[in-house]
């Protein structure tokens, strides 16, 4: 298996802890894996982005502009300000989560849409279906690495053992709950806005 997966979000969303589960993922699969991260300004809810790339020999941890196979937004817009990443054909999972920019007067309507309307395959997720099916806030981000489980041929043991090992202590069985709610995802969760 080869892919590179691009996971963005807003600072707090925990997207680096979905990167570094991923790539550890990957290693308890057998694959080479790198990753990279820019934490913007994380702290003040800027622009997060995580490169994960494996297969049987990586030699770098970012990926090239074009080249990403899948798109993690676990916000909405932040799928929009990633595009030009993407390769064609690239598939998309996308939380509906909105967190307003600062200084932004609104946010803006219709990126979902559009991004069917110009040929993307998106899974996207309600806000209000993700914090339930996750189980809380906190592990919402887990929960979109179950729907991406969906799209890669990891065995369970693998994502098992790098989640259990990178949660915090004690929050395991509900990071995999909320893992294991995300790659049961039902597509009428998402009403008429999941193109797959």
Request: with cysteine; proline share 5%; charged share 20%.
């Amino acid at each position: 298996m080869n892919a590179n997966v691009l996971i963005v979000g807003v600072g707090g969303q925990g997207t680096i802890l979905a990167s570094d589960i991923l790539a550890a993922a990957a290693l308890e699969a057998g694959l080479d894996a790198r990753k990279s991260e820019i934490h913007g300004m994380s702290q003040r809810g800027g622009s997060v982005s995580s490169h994960v790339r494996f297969s049987p020999r990586v030699f770098s941890p970012v990926i090239p502009d074009g080249e990403a196979d899948i798109l993690v937004a676990l916000e909405e817009m932040e799928a929009a300000r990633w595009l030009g990443m993407l390769k064609p054909g690239a598939r998309l999972i996308i939380s509906g989560t909105r967190i307003l920019p600062v200084g932004a007067a609104e946010y803006p309507e219709g990126i979902v849409p559009a991004l069917i309307k110009n040929g993307y395959t998106c899974t996207y997720i309600s806000p209000e279906v993700l914090h339930a099916r996750a189980g809380g806030m906190k592990y919402e981000n887990v929960c979109i690495l179950g729907l991406l489980s969906r799209l890669l041929d990891f065995p369970d043991s693998a994502w098992y053992a790098a989640i259990e090992r990178l949660v915090p202590t004690g929050s395991f069985e509900a990071n995999r709950a909320a893992f294991d709610a995300g790659r049961v995802h039902d597509d009428s969760d998402t009403k008429d806005r999941l193109s797959t």
